[in-house]
Nanobody, 124 residues
Framework: QVQLVESGGGLVQAGGSLRLSCAAS????????MGWFRQSPGKERDFVAA????????YYTDSVKGRFTISRDNAKSTVHLQMNSLKPEDTAVYYC?????????????????WGQGTQVTVSS
């Protein structure tokens, strides 16, 4: 089992920045590809970003490329999502997730563990 706890969400004005963190405990952190997803009310959970077990590969949905950066610290069992130039459409609950497989990282299916989510609200 892996436990994931997100933090760092909040209210920010458009153009501002937030840094989300996800702390993992349980099984060895470097076994997992880590992902960030987001979900707005009434919508499906969407892929935001993912990072391979050693940080060597990163993946982003098109709408956040150039604005968001995913990173991980295996020594501290944490993954971060630095979000810059935030837009109102980035408003959502952001979830951290872990998966064993290294392929198909943008799909919800395949992630074995999920955090409880952290709210990000971007005001216009």
């Amino acid at each position: 089992q892996v436990q994931l706890v997100e933090s760092g969400g909040g209210l920010v004005q458009a153009g501002g920045s937030l840094r989300l963190s996800c702390a993992a405990s349980g099984r060895p952190f470097n076994m997992y590809t880590m992902g960030w997803f987001r979900q707005s009310p009434g919508k499906e959970r969407d892929f935001v970003a993912a990072i391979s077990w050693n940080g060597g590969s990163t993946y982003y949905t098109d709408s956040v490329k150039g604005r968001f950066t995913i990173s991980r610290d295996n020594a501290k069992s944490t993954v971060h999502l630095q979000m810059n130039s935030l837009k109102p459409e980035d408003t959502a609950v952001y979830y951290c997730a872990a998966r064993s497989a290294s392929s198909g990282v943008s799909y919800v299916v395949g992630y074995n563990y999920w955090g409880q989510g952290t709210q990000v609200t971007v005001s216009s």
